[in-house]
C-alpha cells in the first residue's frame, strides 16, 4: 500500500505526461518536484501539492479555501502555493493545478 504522498507524486507523473520530453523530477523544499525546462511547476511536500503560480493569479487563487500560501521557510514564498487534498481530490482539479504550474514554467523560460 503506498502512502498518500507517493500516490500523489504517481497522479502528478501521470498528469504531466503531455509535457513529458520537457519533464524532470528533483528532490527539492524536502519533498518531489516536477520541472519544466529545469524550472520548477509543481511537487509534493507531506501529502501537499505545490503550485507555482504567476503573480498576476495569485489573489484569485488565493480565494480557493483549499489554498495556502507556502511558508515553510516560516515565510510565504513569492507564486508558490500549497493544496489540501481536498483541492487536488479528481484528476480534473490536479489537472488546473498541474495546468497553472507548467503555466508558470513556460512564461518564466522564455
Not at 502528478?12 to 516536477?34: D, H
Not at 520548477?40 to 487563487?61: A, D, H, P, Q
Not at 487536488?88 to 488546473?96: F, H, I, R, V
Request: charged fraction near 35%.
Amino acid at each position: 500500500m503506498k502512502n498518500k504522498s507517493e500516490e500523489l507524486v504517481l497522479r502528478i507523473r501521470a498528469a504531466v505526461k503531455p509535457w513529458e520530453e520537457y519533464i524532470t523530477e528533483k528532490r527539492m523544499f524536502g519533498g518531489y518536484c516536477t520541472l519544466y525546462k529545469g524550472k520548477m511547476c509543481v511537487g509534493e511536500r507531506k501529502e501537499r501539492l505545490m503550485v507555482r503560480v504567476v503573480s498576476e493569479k495569485m489573489e484569485e487563487v488565493m480565494k480557493n479555501p483549499q489554498v495556502k500560501p507556502m511558508d515553510f521557510t516560516g515565510k510565504p514564498m513569492k507564486e508558490f502555493i500549497f493544496v489540501m487534498e481536498s483541492g487536488y481530490d479528481t484528476e480534473e482539479k490536479l489537472q488546473q493545478w498541474i495546468e497553472l504550474g507548467i503555466e508558470h514554467a513556460i512564461r518564466k523560460s522564455k
